[in-house]
């Protein structure tokens, strides 16, 4: 690597390296960053990082505390509690990542359509968006659970059903002030039709201050998931997530209290990662978002 | 103002309409035959038949939704599968607890929150404001599950401060107090973060106008400015936007009820999705839907009354 010429160095920045140094000019923005990216490289890297298998089972080894061998100690079954909070990541980043964008995808769909469409449709939508954000997120959680048995599909379909409507909400608004900008107009009379309008003017001007509500979504996403594998209507056992590592400690929380501690630090790290990331973002990027908020 | 309160309680209605209706779907869309689950597989095709006709799940998909809604209205739930006691009966049985609950949620908010967010106007800008306010965002970020099993596991289990599990004794005043301080403190820590930030961000508003500048151009000391003046007015927004966030505290609630294992409606539902017991589920569903409904019914009509700019936008 050569040092950057002078003109190079001297060049003018452009509006996303600004945005980029403001983030890091925060120090709760870089501390947000830096856990983000431990926990994705946690992550990407889960089977080299983890020193156990996370579901091999070793019944002698049971409810050790935490040693040199077993960082977080073992589970009721003997199971490593550290490699099951590593693999525990991928599946919180997984479950954040799918839900989030077909939560996008289909509230931006029919946002764009309440936005644009006739006004009955436009009522139809805002009333069924209304009514599902009406449920306590928890108690829609438990119903679904009720009807379609605990997995992880159930809890994508609950984060879907909960966030798309939040954001076709905002999609709507957006695209209802857009309707009537004078550039959209003149568009229609040079013969546009709906298609062409919507993608190739209202989603560039909407997906951007979407993309930043979303990432601050993540950690509530991360904690829909922990909270249901918790309950045991999440991931299924075996697979590790924070949730299930929380519940096996909760069962033992007489005797082993590191499960318990183990279980919970990563969700602790992560939603305040994501959450001080977020917050810088969205100052560095559109100050102005912090009031629909 | 008549007519947006008019407006608003229609949208409330349809909204509790609609939600009737999604649960009746869902449990159409439920793999299945209800006589075949509810009988085991002894069942005789008679027997089946005669269920069905008492369930009155012969009758066309209309007819039987026009039932369920006519039942919901006079308050009947259905019957629960196991007990055989009223649904309503047990619902409203249990409500009360975590009305409790999420009240003293709110009141945990409310005792921290405020003065947090009035410190941190009086000392803004400074590190102290700065630190108050990463306080507030880590508060309203932490899952409040994690922090109701990081308590229960500190405070109930290693120390042995406070009850770990169950409301307390009946008639026992004190007792029921001394069980509910952690899970409330659970579920309220979130609000207090939340809270923090809007005082302050009101209060600074508020520090602005003339008669806060008069009151400092008679020498008032600023804490006294501060609490005596200006959080009257500061409080205003905040205290209507506590309607929406009961929401949030019902979920908390839920996870804090299972977590120290309190009788509520939460720990209702969770242990009814366990067994699969719908009329259970749905019922209780219903309830906390229309109560949280009937909330933000409130806090918009509440928010609308003091601020005449809110009506023109329904």
Known sequence: ?293 | MFLFALRRSALACAIIFCAIALLFGMIYIVPGDPASVALGPLATPEIKAAFRAQMGLDQPVTTQFFIFLSHVFTGDLGIDLFSNRRVTEIVFEALPYTIALTASGIGWAIALGVPLGCWSAIHRETWLDRIAGVFAVAAIAVPSFVVALYALLLFAVELNWFPAIGAGARGNLGDQLAHLVLPSFAIGLGWVGYLARLVRASMLEVLGENHIRTARAYGLPERRIVFRYALRLAVLPTVTLLGVGIGNLLSGAVFAEIVFARPGAGKLVFDAVVTRNFPIVSGAVLVTTALFTLCTLASDLLIAWLDPRVRANL
Not at chain 1, 71 to 88: A, C, E, K, N, Y
Not at chain 1, 120 to 141: C, H, K
Not at chain 1, 156 to 161: E, L
């Open chain 1, 1 to 293: 690597m050569s040092a950057p010429t002078f003109e190079e160095a001297t060049a003018p920045v452009p509006q996303r390296r600004s945005a980029l140094r403001h983030l890091l000019a925060d120090p709760l923005g870089r501390f947000g960053l830096t856990l983000v990216l431990v926990i994705l490289l946690t992550a990407i890297f889960a089977d080299a990082i983890a020193p156990y298998n996370p579901t091999a089972i070793a019944v002698p080894n049971r409810l050790q505390g935490p040693s040199l061998a077993h960082l977080f100690g073992t589970d009721q079954l003997g199971r490593d509690v550290f490699s099951r909070v590593v693999l525990g990541a991928r599946i919180a980043l997984e479950v954040a990542l799918v839900a989030i964008t077909l939560a996008l995808a289909v509230g931006g769909a029919l946002g764009l359509a309440a936005g644009y469409g006739p006004r009955w449709l436009d009522g139809i939508l805002v009333l069924v968006f209304d009514t599902i954000r009406s449920f306590p997120t928890i108690m829609f959680a438990l119903a679904l659970v009720t009807l379609i048995g605990p997995s992880l599909e159930t809890v994508i379909v609950v984060v879907v059903a909960t966030f798309a409507p939040s954001y076709g909400r905002i999609v709507r608004t957006q695209t209802q002030a857009l309707k009537h900008a004078e550039f959209i107009l003149a568009e229609r009379s040079l013969g546009a039709g709906a298609v062409r309008i919507l993608a190739v003017h209202a989603v560039p001007n909407i997906v951007g201050p979407l993309f930043i509500l979303a990432s601050m979504d993540v950690p509530v996403v991360i904690t829909i998931e922990a909270g249901l594998s918790f309950l045991g209507f999440g991931v299924r056992p075996p697979t590790p997530s924070w949730g299930t590592v929380l519940n096996d400690g909760y069962a033992f929380i007489g005797n082993t209290p590191w499960i318990i501690l183990a279980g919970g630090l990563p969700l602790v790290l992560s939603t305040l990662g994501f959450t001080f990331l977020g917050e810088a973002l969205r100052d560095a990027i559109d100050p102005r978002l912090r009031k629909e908020i």
